[in-house]
Structures are given as structure tokens and as C-alpha cells.
């Protein structure tokens, strides 16, 4: 099962602040935080990851509360193109023999609305 | 840069063929997975491969799928008998090592009539 939970669905207006959040209660100290996106009939696609610090790369930022408990992923400016399933997953850093498989759940449909 | 491909973008096929899904990865790339995404769900592990050996195939339903990645490159899923239940987009990704952040190819539909 998923380690995470999502809000089912989420809308914002086009041009605002997406904010999608994500329960993680029980990470523990060697589990990364990773979100990625799947718009309609493509590939899951990456779009940032972290540990324990804030991250932003040119698409979105995250933001891990200070416990790691729960995390934020922000789109700062939202457009139609951002309309897709969000998933929010984590994954260990090192596990010395395992394999480092993502475990996905059922994400969150944002939908951005003109 | 490219990234990954899968062949072909849809298969369809009668109930009882056998099918071949190809997975070219990124260049460089020695970490492989397939992964199988049924409609509405989330994409679900099927098998990890470092380099040409399958390090992890705990996510193959059964013996009727097998994949292999002869010289560490590209990655072929082979499903025999295939059956309804197996129609689903199957996902492929690959990352620079077995830690690293995956990059997913866009899938293959499988449709099996």
C-alpha cells in the first residue's frame, strides 16, 4: 500500500498558486519525499524531490514540514497545461540490496480552471 | 536530450497471443523498471533490472510475464498467453543509477480483445 495520502481532487483558477499537500505519518530518516505528475495518456514525469530541507527547481517547490510528517508541493503560477494526477510518493534513499521501486497511490487530479 | 521510448505506443491483441513490449532507456542509464498502470489506479512495480541482471521481480503477477535486458540497454517485457485482464499501460523508466530520481517513457497500451 501507498504511504501516502492525497486529497482525491483538488481545482485552482489559472494564473494562481496551486498548493497540494500530502500526508506522510509514518516516513522514516532514510525516505526521500518524491512528486510526480501524470497528465492524460503520457508518463508519469518527474517533478521534484527532497529530504528534509524546502526544495525548487523551475517547476514547482516543495516544502517538508519540520516532523517530515507532511510536505506541500506549489505550483507558484498554474496554468492549463499543469491540469493532471499528482502523486505524491516516498521512497527509501539506500536500502543496500533492494530495488527502489515507487510505490504510487491514487494521486491528486488538479484541475486548473480558466 | 532523448528520453524514453517505448515500442510500440499500442498493441492489440486476441486472447492466448504472445506480445513483446520494448523499452529504450536513457543513454547511460543502468537502472531499469517496468512498471503496469491499469485505468484509474496509480502505475504499479513489475520488475527492476541493474544492468542486464533482474535484480527484483517480486511485481510479476505470474509466470506468464518475463522480461529481459540482454546487454544492459534496451529492456524487452514478454507476456505469453496473454489474457483480458492483462490489457493495461505498461510503463517503462529508467535512472542513472538504482538510487537515482526515474524518468518514465510515455507507455505501451496493451488491449487484449
Same mark, same amino acid.
Given at each position: 500500500d501507498a504511504k501516502t495520502t492525497q486529497p482525491t481532487s483538488m481545482d485552482c483558477a489559472e494564473g494562481r498558486a496551486a498548493?497540494? /499537500?500530502?500526508? =506522510?505519518?509514518?516516513?522514516?530518516?532514510?525516505?526521500?519525499?518524491?512528486?510526480?505528475?501524470?497528465? =492524460?495518456?503520457?508518463? /508519469?514525469?518527474? *517533478? *521534484? =524531490?527532497?529530504?528534509?530541507?524546502?526544495?525548487?527547481?523551475?517547476? &514547482?517547490? %516543495?516544502? *517538508?514540514?519540520?516532523?517530515?510528517?507532511?510536505?506541500? %508541493?506549489? %505550483?507558484? =503560477? &498554474?496554468?492549463?497545461?499543469?491540469? &493532471?494526477?499528482?502523486?505524491?510518493?516516498?521512497?527509501?534513499?539506500?536500502?543496500? &540490496?533492494?530495488?527502489?521501486?515507487?510505490?504510487?497511490?491514487?494521486?491528486?487530479? %488538479?484541475?486548473?480552471? /480558466? | 536530450g532523448a528520453g524514453v521510448s517505448q515500442t510500440p505506443s499500442n498493441k492489440v491483441t486476441e486472447k492466448g497471443k504472445y506480445v513483446e513490449l520494448r523499452c529504450d532507456p536513457i543513454s547511460g542509464h543502468t537502472a531499469l523498471y517496468w512498471y503496469r498502470q491499469s485505468l484509474g489506479q496509480g502505475p504499479e512495480f513489475l520488475i527492476y533490472f541493474q544492468g542486464t541482471g533482474a535484480a527484483d521481480d517480486s511485481g510479476l503477477p505470474n509466470d506468464r510475464f518475463f522480461a529481459v535486458r540482454p546487454e544492459g540497454s534496451v529492456s524487452t517485457l514478454k507476456i505469453q498467453r496473454t489474457e483480458r485482464g492483462d490489457s493495461a499501460v505498461y510503463l517503462c523508466a529508467s535512472s542513472i543509477s538504482t538510487a537515482d530520481t526515474q524518468y518514465f517513457g510515455p507507455g505501451t497500451r496493451l488491449t487484449v480483445l
Open positions: 498548493n497540494l /499537500p500530502c500526508n =506522510h505519518s509514518t516516513i522514516s530518516g532514510n525516505e526521500y519525499v518524491y512528486w510526480y505528475r501524470q497528465i =492524460h495518456s503520457q508518463g /508519469p514525469q518527474y *517533478i *521534484i =524531490h527532497g529530504l528534509k530541507n524546502n526544495e525548487t527547481n523551475e517547476m &514547482a517547490s %516543495l516544502i *517538508i514540514t519540520e516532523d517530515r510528517k507532511s510536505s506541500t %508541493l506549489i %505550483l507558484p =503560477h &498554474a496554468t492549463l497545461r499543469d491540469t &493532471a494526477v499528482y502523486y505524491c510518493i516516498v521512497r527509501v534513499v539506500y536500502s543496500g &540490496a533492494g530495488s527502489y521501486q515507487l510505490t504510487f497511490g491514487k494521486g491528486t487530479k %488538479l484541475s486548473v480552471i /480558466p | -
